[in-house]
């Protein structure tokens, strides 16, 4: 019962420190890692151990789905050098830097702890930066190029991690008896992944009931996950590429009512993840503090210094030079086009939910664990209050500014959305609602042909008339709720008839 109150205390803390970090428009992950430093020092807090073998799992597998269904083919084709130089050339850069500088603080740390340090802490998490951009928006191709980035340094960071730790384990590590079996893995993987994910989509495509429907995807999340780690296939790259997968060829089969569902039920369930491995290694911390005293606990802290250094410092001399791509698409010349977009990309580099759960996944037999599971802690919160807290105001300053493409995107596609919306009514019988309905639709095209780019606007003429008949008619609805005279059932159905009545007519921005 003790272990239950405090899961119900810690989501409510959570819920408070996610509405803080709202208000002063920072990550909510930066609030929840200072909650787990506050666990630490509260007594009594219940000894919660996760098995290190389903730590990835449980963190790494919803996360990446959710994250692998929202990327944009198109966007990662069309930015894949600096792309890849994120997730794989940051990467690798990142962990021999971390390796080396760990080596010269603990020279007694064997080297290939120290390769999974750097593995542990190299990659950043997109989590983090998208919640500050929600409140500072990043030109387009940016934002792209950090999502594609968090999506892909995921799995060259785990790879080089499970072959550290591989080698930690053994004592010994022969590169020429690994290398083929690795190669072949991950080649499976981008096999296997989209293989699952038209199977899953010809198996569900008969799935209409929306509970169903999101517990066959965590299912999947998870089940994919196990079964390519049994098979000793690349978990990232294989959950990655079915959801990919999965999201170009869902959209035709998925139920509205399901599909809006879903989402809200996804991103609570990764805000809840977020919040679990923070306080999971939040009770961790406690422990080790006690384990290590006097010199041991210096050394501790000194390396924690030296990581958080090395990883700012290897991003900033990474993207900083290879920021090649002049301009990014911005509309600024000069010196803030060619310096601001790396400033951004690199101050962005904050670490999440993917270094923690990566440092709880150690076995607890793994040298120099505690000194590995603390530096890495030190480092997410070093990241997420001194970058997190600062970008916002970085990028207002940097006033890095495109032509808005995904605006300008959605501007056509809706208006030849109206136009083949009102060619479908062309044979309709001449009613008043369906006479009503074209003239809504001819009035949004031609405010799309007056546009400069024909851009059509955000929502129909009438949208805004039938949000105040919908407010009108709930309310009355509500009176009678109060006077007795409907009962709570009759209320409930009416009420999601208007929930979804109003959502049709609210632009996005408003919702």
Known sequence: MLIFEWVVGVLFGAVLLAGVARRLGAPYPAFLALGGVGLAFVPGVPNLRLDPELALALFLAPVLLDAGFDASVRDLKENWRPVFGLAVGAVAVTTAAVAIAARLVVPDMPLSACIVLGAVVAPPDAVAALAVLKHAPMPHRLATILRGESLLN??????????????????????????????????????????????????????????????????????????????????????????????????????????????????????????????????????????????????????????????????????????????????????????????????????????????????????????????????????????????????AHLRLEDDDPVGRETGWARAAAYEAALESLADAENEPATDALRAEFRAALAEAEAHDEGLAPESLPADAARRRAVEAARDAVLALRRQGRIGDDAYYLLEEEFDWAELSATPRAET
């Open 154 to 395: 995921d799995a060259a960071s785990l790879l080089i991690y499970r072959l550290g730790v591989t080698a930690a384990m053994a004592g010994t590590f022969h590169p020429a008896e690994v290398a083929p079996a690795f190669l072949l893995g991950v080649v499976a993987s981008l096999v296997v992944g989209p293989c699952l994910g038209l199977l899953f989509v010809a198996l569900t495509r008969r799935v209409t009931d929306p509970a169903s429907a999101i517990v066959l995807q965590f299912v999947a999340a998870f089940g994919i996950w196990l079964a390519a780690e049994r098979l000793e296939l690349s978990g990232v790259l294989t959950i990655v590429t079915f959801a990919v997968t999965v999201a170009r060829r869902a959209p035709g089969i998925t139920a509205p009512r399901a599909r809006v569902i879903s989402y809200a039920v996804w991103d609570t369930a990764v805000f809840v993840l977020n919040v679990l491995a923070f306080v999971l290694i939040g009770i961790q911390i406690d422990p080790i503090r006690e384990r290590l005293s006097g010199a041991d606990a210096w050394q501790a802290l000194i390396l924690a210094g030296a990581t958080f250094a090395t990883v700012v410092l290897t991003r900033l001399a990474w993207v900083l030079p290879t920021t090649g791509i002049r301009g990014f698409g911005l509309r600024q010349a000069g010196a803030a086009a060619r310096l601001g977009p790396g400033i951004a990309l690199s101050w962005a580099g904050m670490r999440g939910i993917v270094t923690v759960a990566a440092a709880l996944a150690l076995p607890a037999e793994f040298p120099h664990r505690d000194l590995v599971v603390v530096t890495a802690f030190v480092t997410v919160l070093g990241t997420l209050i001194v970058q997190g807290l600062t970008l916002r105001p970085l990028l």
